[in-house]
C-alpha cells in the first residue's frame, strides 16, 4: 500500500472509528511515516543528551535489502508481518521456516498484535503505537502470500494486470513491443532481489487495480485490490474501535454500508498511476466533504520544514549524519517525532520477541 491508503485513507478510516481530528491525523501520519522512516542511529544533542531511534524502512534498491538481519529487522515487523499459514499458535503449515513467515492477511499473528497495541494502550506514545499497527495490519492484507525475506518463495510468473500499465514506462514499451515487457521487467527484479513483492512490482499497493500471476508453486493467483483494500479498511475500523473501548474482544459493528461505499468507490475511481498524486485526490476529498465529516486540514511531510523531525530536532535533512550535533529543547520529550520513535521500537520488540516466538518464529 501507499502513501494514500496509509496516510489518507487510514484518516478518513481512524474518523469513522470515532477518533477526533487530532487524533486521527496523529494514527494516520505514524501510519505512512513507517514507510518513511528510514534513518537508524543515536541521535546527538549539543548538551550531550542522546536519543537512540530504529528504522521501520529501507528504499527498495538501499543495499540494506541485501543483509539478512535486516529484512528481519525491518521487512518482518514492519511490512510483511509473518502469517504461520493463517493458523493459531501451537501449530504448523509445513515443515519448512518459509511456510511460517509468509504474510496472511488478519492472522491469528495479526490479531494477537492488535490485541497487545490495545491492552497496553496507557502509555504516552499508545496513540503513536496504534498508527504503527495499522499500518503493519493493513499490510497484512496488501502483501498477502508474499515473505520479507530474500526467497524463491516470492518469485512470480506471468504478471499480468487487467486495467492498466504498472508504469508509465512501461506503457511505452508495451506499445512498441507488447505485454513481454512487463513479463521481463518482472523476472528481472525477482531475480535480482526476490524479497516480498518485488517480483510483483508495484500491483499489490495500488487499490484500484485487478491482477494476477502465477505463484512459486505454480497456481495462479487472481486478485482485486479494490475488495481487498476495502476489507482491510473494515477490519482496521473495527480495530480501531476496539482501541476506544479499551477491549480487544469487544463487539463492534465495524464500517456502516455508506461509509464502505464511500471508501470502495473512492479507491475504485482514483486510477492515477501515481500513489502522491492520488494521495492529493484524497486531500482534496476529505476537504471537500466527500466522506461526511467537517473540512479539516491535514497534511504529511516526512522531511524537511513542517516534518514532526523538524519540529522535534530542527533538522531539514533526509539524511543524518554521525557528525550532526543538535539543538536540545526540552519539547523535545513530548514532540510527536519522538513518541513516534517511541512506539516503534515498542512494536519492534514486542513483535519479534513476544509476539512471534508463540508460533515458532524466531526472527532476530
Not at 158 to 165: C, K, Q, R, V
Request: glycine share 8%; hydrophobic share 35%; aromatic share 12%.
Amino acid at each position: 500500500m501507499q502513501i494514500d491508503f496509509h496516510h489518507t485513507a487510514t484518516y478518513v478510516i481512524a474518523r469513522y472509528a470515532g477518533f477526533s481530528h487530532r487524533e486521527a491525523d496523529i494514527i494516520a501520519y505514524c501510519s505512512q511515516y513507517v514507510d518513511d522512516a528510514t534513518n537508524t542511529g543515536t541521535i546527538v544533542f549539543d548538551n550531550r543528551a542522546m536519543y537512540e531511534r530504529v528504522a521501520s524502512a529501507h528504499r527498495m534498491l538501499d543495499y540494506s535489502n541485501f543483509v539478512e538481519l535486516a529484512n528481519h529487522q525491518v521487512w518482518i515487523p514492519f511490512h510483511f508481518l509473518p502469517g504461520n499459514g493463517g493458523l493459531p499458535a501451537g501449530e504448523n503449515p509445513g515443515e519448512k521456516f518459509i511456510n511460517k513467515i509468509v504474510c496472511k492477511p488478519n492472522s491469528y499473528v495479526a490479531q494477537q498484535m492488535v490485541a497487545d497495541c490495545i491492552r497496553e494502550q496507557e502509555t504516552p506514545y499508545g496513540l503513536y503505537r496504534l498508527g504503527i499497527t495499522m499500518h503493519v495490519y493493513a499490510d497484512t492484507w496488501a502483501h498477502q502470500g508474499f515473505a520479507g525475506v530474500q526467497h524463491e518463495i516470492n518469485s512470480i510468473t506471468a504478471l499480468d494486470d487487467n486495467d492498466n500499465e504498472d508504469t508509465a514506462f512501461l506503457g511505452r514499451l508495451r506499445s512498441s513491443f507488447g505485454d513481454w515487457v512487463e513479463s521481463v521487467a518482472s523476472s528481472f527484479v525477482g531475480d535480482a532481489l526476490p524479497l516480498g513483492h518485488g517480483a510483483a512490482l508495484s500491483h499489490p499497493d495500488k487499490p484500484y487495480l485487478s491482477w494476477s500471476y502465477r505463484d512459486n508453486s505454480g497456481k495462479i493467483v487472481r486478485r482485486n485490490n479494490t475488495d481487498i483494500f476495502t476489507e482491510a479498511a473494515d477490519y482496521m475500523c473495527r480495530a480501531m474501535q476496539r482501541y476506544r473501548v479499551r477491549n480487544p474482544d469487544a463487539g463492534v459493528d465495524g464500517l456502516k454500508d455508506q461509509q464502505k461505499q464511500k471508501l470502495r468507490q473512492m479507491f475504485a475511481s482514483t486510477l492515477d498511476e501515481s500513489g502522491d498524486v492520488r494521495h492529493e485526490k484524497w486531500i482534496k476529498a476529505i476537504a471537500a466533504g466527500y466522506f461526511g465529516f467537517p473540512d479539516q486540514p491535514i497534511r504529511y511531510r516526512s522531511k524537511g520544514a513542517g516534518s514532526w523531525k523538524y519540529l522535534a530536532i530542527g533538522t531539514r535533512r533526509k539524511k543524518d549524519k554521525k557528525s550532526d550535533r543538535f539543538v536540545y529543547d526540552p519539547s523535545f520529550m513530548a514532540s510527536d517525532w519522538k513518541l513516534f520513535h517511541d512506539a516503534l521500537q515498542v512494536h519492534r520488540l514486542t513483535v519479534i520477541r513476544d509476539i512471534l516466538p508463540r508460533y515458532g518464529i524466531c526472527a532476530a
